[in-house]
């Protein structure tokens, strides 16, 4: 069975890529979310020409080839590309066989364990503490995360004092139960991110999410070697060379590999299995509702080394509203704290037909 067209629909944030084998069945992927109109261009440049006429499931070696092929691009906008051919190979494959990815990736449907993830850092300490606490009573959360510092802030808070007083804001707000994670966005230099990491420990965090800039990875490695709290990181990273390099340096306790950033389902796996021959969990990041966070979901249930969670966005529509209206029924139902990977036959979801009328479409076949 061959892989006769590859369709993108897209807006700035969001794209969504169809695939159609020659026998008519198809799938839904996506590529990474931001300037997705971009990427949706590489697709047909940089993908496609090497995915077409190919066999639609034998992912593997497509994840193999694209990149020897475009050798002279590395970076970040291939991999998000070959993530959206990736997921959609996977949902065509699992409608045919009548399974969940998860299964297809060895694992069973069921739940998932989820924090509530804020990406605020415009709001005060006590209104965050009000609205995740609104949060837990609407859905159960027994985990959450915030923000700390400002985003690459070179040391910077994001205004004087703010992180000194929203974590034991945090903590008076939850009782011993809850647990609560934070999120530093690069923030820190070592020696600062040391002396806030000592802090958060004594406040009872859990989670300390790139402390340093991310592409430093000398850098965490200092503050992990420093600190009891777990350390954590590896969103932004895309190529399975510095994964190897960080899983084998320590440079985190927790990995946090972002499905539609590293390039696919394929890709994640194998590094979840490089972080299992090393004994270190995998926490994947999945900052929003678009597929990211189903794809997520699914890798949870199928991979030997899942950590505690799985990341849940609780931004509504005034902070993220391209995440809405993009499916004719939603996949995110949490109850008790827990999502639910559910026995529907690939992703179990389908495109909302409203979204697909107003995106900007293109398409790359065989025929032409």
Same mark, same amino acid.
């Given at each position: 069975m061959?892989?006769?067209?590859?369709?993108t629909f897209t807006n700035?944030?969001?794209?969504?890529?169809?695939?159609?084998?020659?026998?008519?069945?198809?799938?839904?992927?996506q590529v990474?979310?931001?300037?997705a109109?971009?990427?949706a261009?590489?697709?047909?440049r940089?993908?496609?020409?090497?995915?077409?006429g190919?066999?639609?499931?034998d992912?593997?070696?497509?994840m193999?080839?694209i990149?020897?092929?475009?050798?002279?691009?590395p970076?970040?906008?291939?991999?998000?590309a070959?993530?959206?051919?990736?997921t959609?190979?996977?949902?065509?494959?699992g409608?045919?066989?009548?399974?969940p990815?998860c299964?297809?990736?060895g694992?069973?449907?069921?739940?998932v364990?989820a924090?509530g993830?804020?990406?605020k850092?415009?709001?005060?300490p006590a209104?965050?503490?009000?609205r995740?606490k609104?949060?837990?009573d609407?859905?159960?959360?027994?985990?959450?995360?915030?923000r700390?510092?400002?985003?690459?802030g070179?040391?910077?808070?994001?205004w004087p004092?703010?992180?000194e007083?929203?974590?034991?804001?945090?903590r008076?707000?939850?009782?011993d139960g809850?647990?609560l994670?934070? *999120?530093a966005?690069?923030c820190?230099?070592p +020696?600062k991110? $040391?002396? /806030?990491?000592?802090?958060? #420990? !004594?406040?009872?965090?859990?989670h300390?999410?790139?402390?340093?800039?991310?592409?430093?990875? *000398?850098?965490?490695?200092?503050v992990?070697? +420093?600190?009891e $709290?777990? /350390?954590t990181?590896?969103e #932004? !990273?895309?190529?399975?060379?510095?994964w190897?390099?960080?899983i084998?340096?320590r440079i985190? *306790?927790?990995i946090?590999?972002?499905?539609?950033y590293l390039?696919?389902? /394929?890709?994640?796996?194998k590094?979840a299995?490089?972080?299992?021959e090393?004994?270190?969990?995998?926490?994947?990041?999945?900052?929003n509702?678009?597929?990211v966070?189903?794809?997520?979901?699914?890798?949870?249930?199928?991979i030997p080394?899942?950590?505690?969670?799985?990341e849940f966005?609780?931004e509504?529509?005034d902070?993220?509203?391209w995440q809405?209206?993009?499916?004719?029924?939603?996949?995110y139902?949490?109850?008790?704290?827990h999502?639910?990977?559910t026995?529907a036959?690939?992703w179990?979801?389908e495109?909302?037909?409203?979204?697909l009328a107003k995106?900007?479409y293109?398409?790359?076949?065989?025929?032409?």
């Amino acid at each position: 069975m061959k892989i006769q067209s590859i369709e993108t629909f897209t807006n700035e944030f969001v794209c969504f890529v169809r695939v159609t084998a020659d026998s008519g069945a198809n799938g839904w992927g996506q590529v990474a979310p931001y300037c997705a109109d971009i990427t949706a261009e590489v697709v047909h440049r940089q993908v496609a020409p090497y995915a077409l006429g190919q066999d639609a499931y034998d992912v593997a070696h497509l994840m193999d080839i694209i990149p020897d092929r475009e050798h002279k691009f590395p970076g970040a906008y291939l991999r998000r590309a070959m993530g959206g051919l990736d997921t959609a190979l996977f949902d065509l494959r699992g409608k045919l066989e009548g399974k969940p990815v998860c299964e297809l990736l060895g694992g069973t449907p069921g739940r998932v364990r989820a924090y509530g993830s804020s990406m605020k850092r415009d709001i005060t300490p006590a209104d965050e503490a009000d609205r995740l606490k609104r949060q837990q009573d609407l859905y159960g959360f027994d985990a959450f995360k915030f923000r700390i510092g400002s985003e690459c802030g070179r040391d910077r808070d994001e205004w004087p004092g703010r992180t000194e007083e929203i974590v034991p804001t945090m903590r008076r707000a939850f009782d011993d139960g809850t647990a609560l994670l934070v *999120d530093a966005n690069s923030c820190y230099s070592p +020696a600062k991110a $040391i002396e /806030v990491g000592k802090f958060l #420990q !004594d406040h009872g965090i859990s989670h300390y999410e790139e402390p340093c800039p991310y592409w430093h990875y *000398d850098q965490t490695k200092q503050v992990t070697d +420093a600190l009891e $709290i777990d /350390v954590t990181g590896g969103e #932004q !990273d895309c190529s399975l060379v510095d994964w190897q390099r960080m899983i084998d340096g320590r440079i985190v *306790d927790v990995i946090q590999p972002d499905i539609c950033y590293l390039g696919g389902m /394929v890709r994640t796996m194998k590094v979840a299995r490089m972080a299992h021959e090393a004994g270190i969990p995998c926490t994947p990041h999945a900052a929003n509702l678009s597929m990211v966070t189903l794809f997520t979901m699914h890798l949870l249930r199928a991979i030997p080394n899942p950590g505690k969670y799985l990341e849940f966005s609780i931004e509504e529509a005034d902070y993220y509203p391209w995440q809405y209206g993009l499916f004719t029924s939603s996949p995110y139902e949490i109850v008790d704290g827990h999502a639910t990977v559910t026995d529907a036959p690939g992703w179990g979801v389908e495109v909302h037909p409203e979204w697909l009328a107003k995106s900007s479409y293109k398409i790359s076949s065989l025929e032409g």
